[in-house]
C-alpha cells in the first residue's frame, strides 16, 4: 500500500509542555486506522496538526503524490488538497432536510465562485440519493435533520463530508454517546467508506475498535507507544501499564 500521509519527527509545546514528542507514523492510501490512547496522549493535537490548526515546533506532513509539506498550510488549503474532519458533535444544518444538507455539502465541494449561481444537476441530485444510501438514510431524505437521531445526525456529517471526496477523513471518537446498533452501523459506514479513501479513528471505546478490524496505532505521552492490530497492541506489556490497566 502507498503512502498517503506520512507524519514525521513532529513536536509540539503548549505552556513549556510537550504535548506531542518526535510524533512519526504513516497512513496509507484506502487505509481504515484506528488511533487509541490514554487521555492526554495527544490524538486531538495530532488531528489539529494534520488540519493546520495547530502549528508544530518541529516536523513535517507529508501528502500525497506530489510529498507536500502541510506544515505552514491553513485549514482551508488543507481541506482544498482533500481532508476532511468529523468532530465529535455533529453539526449538520438542523431546519434542513437531509437531502437539502447533502446538496449544500456537494455545492461547497465546487467552492466560492461557483456557489451563488449553483444549481444541482440531475448527476447531482442521484449523487444525494446515493450518499444517503451509503450512509443510510435513504428513507429519511425529506425529514428535517433536526427530527434525526444522534447517530442518524452523525451518518448525515459523514455524508456531508464523504460529498467533498475526500482523500483522508478524520473523525474523532464516532461511537460517543451511539447505542449499539448506531455503533454497529457506523463501523460498517467508515470501513464502506475506507475502500476508496483513507479513514483515520480516533476513539476510546475498544469494541468499536475491535469491530473496526484495522490496524491501530496507541499513542502515549505524544509518542507512538505501539502499533499492529488491536490484539497485537493490547497485549503489549507496555500499552497495559498505560492504558489498559488503568
Ligand atoms: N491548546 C492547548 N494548550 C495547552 N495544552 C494543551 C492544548 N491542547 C492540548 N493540550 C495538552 O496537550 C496534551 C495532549 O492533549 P490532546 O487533547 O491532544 O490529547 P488526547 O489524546 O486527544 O486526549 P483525550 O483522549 O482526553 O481527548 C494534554 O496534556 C493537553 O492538556
Not at 487505509?31 to 513535517?60: C, H, S, W, Y
Not at 465546487?110 to 448527476?123: C, D, E, Q
Not at 444522534?150 to 456531508?160: N, P, R, S, V
Amino acid at each position: 500500500m502507498s503512502t498517503l500521509l506520512e507524519v514525521n519527527g513532529i513536536s509540539v509545546t503548549f505552556d513549556g509542555y510537550k504535548a506531542i514528542r518526535n510524533l512519526s507514523f504513516n497512513i496509507g492510501e484506502a487505509e481504515l486506522r484506528a488511533i487509541i490512547g490514554p487521555n492526554g496522549a495527544g490524538k486531538t493535537t495530532f488531528m489539529d496538526i494534520v488540519t493546520g490548526k495547530t502549528r508544530p515546533d518541529e516536523g513535517k506532513v507529508i501528502w500525497g503524490e506530489m510529498s507536500r509539506n502541510l506544515i505552514g498550510m491553513n485549514e482551508a488549503k488543507i481541506a482544498q488538497a482533500g481532508i476532511g474532519r468529523k468532530f465529535q458533535k455533529p453539526t449538520v444544518f438542523e431546519d434542513q432536510s437531509v437531502r437539502d444538507n447533502l446538496t449544500m455539502a456537494l455545492k461547497n465541494k465546487r467552492g466560492w465562485s461557483s456557489v451563488l449561481f449553483w444549481k444541482p444537476t440531475r448527476a447531482d441530485e442521484n449523487r444525494v440519493v446515493e450518499l444517503a444510501s451509503e450512509i443510510g438514510l435513504a428513507d429519511a431524505l425529506d425529514r428535517t435533520a433536526g427530527e434525526l437521531s444522534h447517530g442518524q445526525k452523525q451518518w448525515l456529517e459523514i455524508g456531508m463530508l464523504l460529498a467533498q471526496e475526500p482523500r483522508l477523513l478524520l473523525v474523532d471518537e464516532p461511537a460517543a454517546g451511539m447505542t449499539l446498533a448506531e455503533r454497529e452501523h457506523t463501523t460498517d459506514i467508515l470501513k464502506e467508506a475506507a475502500k476508496t479513501r483513507a479513514v483515520v479513528v480516533v476513539e476510546h471505546d475498544m469494541e468499536f475498535v475491535r469491530r473496526l478490524d484495522c490496524k491501530v496505532t496507541v499513542l502515549h505521552e505524544g509518542s507512538v507507544l505501539a502499533e499492529g492490530s488491536l490484539d497485537h497492541v493490547t497485549s503489549n506489556p507496555q500499552v497495559i501499564e498505560v492504558y489498559l490497566g488503568r
